[in-house]
């Protein structure tokens, strides 16, 4: 990158959020280095559908603080039990176990006898926290009886002006958080995900990418059906390690075993969407009737948007790298 400062584009009519922030899980996650976090929702009950992909939500510190000491970038929004929102995020949901997190969330429902309810998961990507001597005023419009946030917008005076703030900032403090050689570039892909982004390069983590894989394959398995939370993961077709990218179009929803299956060369896609098995399970392990069943078949689910179904170059290169047929 020849010049950071090229990363921002100031847009007009640019939309941003103010959102309430616990400031224990501010000052967790703020000696933290992390690609993704979870900005978590106690209640699990109202959706958040006040941004699109990629762009601006700002951390405003609670009462005494009553300043704004950071942002990271929407990436999705989505209900999950606790122990999965764990598993996900782990100490990326402002805490160091899933016992602290379930003491953080649960004197906050009313109903307190369930220690793994569903809660609100707000995913946030490339979180940065502003040093103390950076933290920035709240605007003079914001009211002490906003319970969970406010929305911006730079074709305001107020919006702009906080903006423009939050700009300067960010030339400052993105020189540390946006590496060109190990960033993964989700505007590659053809209609991103994260179309008109305030930032031009923006990293997606490992915990954003599978919430947006497992809802985007409406929390059932690809090629089994299996809807069973626990047992779903985020599968790469051209694996990450092989600069595979994260998006959902080089993914996979699938049951664990048949993902540790997928990834060890045992089974494949091809082309057009049909499960190939190799013999090799029944050649080297003496079974595998429970995979040749799927053997022929057309994936079971498919996202729910046809542009996000597998792309034929990393359906190819699965097939030509890994697939042991």
Known sequence: MKNCKQAFLFLLNMKFYLGVTDNNWYNFLAQQNREDINFWQPGGNTSFKVLTPGEPFLFK????V????GIGFFSSHTFLPISIA??????????????????????LRKDKSNEN?????????????FKREDWITIPENWSNSIVQGKSYSTDTEIGKDLWKKVDTLLQKYLFNVISEEKSQLILEEPEALYGQSVLTKVRLGQGA??????????????????KTLPVLEAAHIKPY????????SN?????????????????????????EVSKRIKEEYQNGKEYYKFHGNQLFNLPIRVKDNPEDRFIEWHNQNIYKG
């Open 86 to 107: 764990w598993d996900a995020f782990e100490k990326g949901n402002g805490c160091n176990t899933i016992h602290e997190l379930r003491n953080m969330i649960l004197p």
């Open 117 to 129: 309810p569903t809660i609100g998961c707000i995913v946030l990507t490339n979180p940065i926290f």
């Open 66 to 69: 009553n300043a704004i000491g």
């Open 241 to 248: 390690a092989e600069s595979g990218p994260h998006f959902i």
């Open 61 to 64: 510190l609670r009462s005494p």
């Open 209 to 226: 990418f599978r919430i947006l894989v497992t809802d985007a394959y409406n929390r059932r398995c690809a090629i089994s059906g299996e």
């Open 251 to 275: 993914a996979l929803l699938l049951r664990s075993d048949l993902h540790k299956l997928f990834d060890a060369g045992y089974l494949t896609i091809t082309s057009d969407l049909k499960v």
